[in-house]
């Protein structure tokens, strides 16, 4: 009874910006950490960023460290993902995912999940 809805996907170019949105509403009483993985065609779903409840510290994977910032709103439901510097191998779907009481590595871990919103990066 969890929604989770997504925006902010599309096609950039190469060194361009992106910013995702993600937000919770529902039943949200087992809604904490909140995160953004991806896949790309061929590849598992990764972990791109995550944020915890409390704190809301964030997470990063090693291939956006540096050229991306998740942030969570004050109502903590509300969840963004910048994107900078993008490179052809950052295209991808990506999926907002809510749920563990901390941050986990791993996709069975959230019990919530959006849709997906599409990011191609042209070279």
């Known amino acids: 009874q969890v929604q989770l809805v997504e925006s902010g996907g599309g096609l950039v170019q190469g060194g361009g910006s992106l910013r995702l949105s993600c937000t919770a509403s529902g039943r949200t009483v087992g809604v904490y950490a909140m995160a953004w993985f991806r896949q790309a065609p061929g590849k598992d779903r990764e972990l791109v960023a995550a944020i915890g409840w409390s704190p809301p510290d964030p997470y990063y994977s090693d291939s956006v460290k540096g050229r991306s910032t998740i942030s969570r709103t004050d109502t903590m439901y509300t969840i963004h993902l910048q994107l900078d510097q993008l490179k052809p191998e950052d295209t991808a779907v990506y999926y907002c995912?809510?749920?563990?009481?901390?941050?986990?590595?791993?996709?069975?871990?959230?019990?919530?999940w959006g849709q997906g919103t599409r990011v191609t990066v042209s070279s």
């Open positions: 995912a809510a749920g563990p009481l901390y941050i986990e590595y791993n996709a069975n871990q959230y019990r919530y």
